[in-house]
């Protein structure tokens, strides 16, 4: 509360809860079920479909759906649930998106995300939570990501030691593919065939 307020920004819009894991006490799963609470609570007329998501809920969209012209990472708000049916409408940057029943698993509350679903956007605020429960994730490179999405301003909540065990474990990024090898073996198919 006292952050947004003294820094003019709007809790739901502009700030950006960014976690190393889903799981775990400071795991994205736990944070957005506090957050929607605190954030957008339940009144007594409230609405809700099969995945828990309320009428002003800020959302993901989980998968590049070129259909709907939605894609992996944009953000959005819930504008309307009919639990009858199961579908949500959701304002995905100004258009209104329309999620069938078979749909709503795109989707997935966004209070908080992942630092690694974060890569490539940015937010005017970040709030990064670090905690030695996280141990398996924790890098150099990991709070380099974190703390270059937030334009405006950048809070750490951290345990001492998980900022220690970030800073000092540097971690080179595997790629995972087969580019090379199908290179070497058109060089060799080339070379044998000359």
């Known amino acids: 509360e006292r952050i947004p307020k003294k820094f003019g920004l ?9 976690t190393p894991m889903h799981r775990g006490p400071a795991g994205a799963d736990v944070l957005n079920e506090r957050l929607q609470q605190a954030l957008n609570p339940a009144g007594p007329s409230a609405q809700a479909s099969t995945r828990g998501m309320r009428v002003g809920d800020k959302v993901m969209q989980l998968r590049n759906d070129y259909g709907r012209d939605v894609f992996n990472g944009d953000l959005g708000f819930v504008l309307h649930v009919d639990p009858t049916t199961d579908q949500v409408v959701v304002d995905m940057d100004g258009r209104a998106v329309v999620y069938e029943r078979s749909q709503i698993e795109e989707l997935t509350l966004s209070y908080a995300c992942s630092i ?31 703390v270059t999405r937030g334009k405006r301003l950048v809070v750490l909540v951290a345990e001492p030691r998980a ?20 290179l070497a073996d058109a060089v060799q198919r080339r070379r044998g065939v000359s």
């Open 163 to 182: 900022v220690s065990m970030a800073l000092s474990q540097v971690r080179r990024e595997e790629r995972h593919s087969y580019l090379f090898k199908r």
């Open 10 to 18: 709007d809790p739901l819009r502009d700030v950006q809860v960014l």
């Open 116 to 146: 690694h679903k974060s890569q490539g956007s940015e937010y005017p605020a970040v709030v990064v939570p670090l905690v030695t429960a996280h141990f398996v994730m924790l890098s150099r490179n990991l709070l380099y990501t974190a």
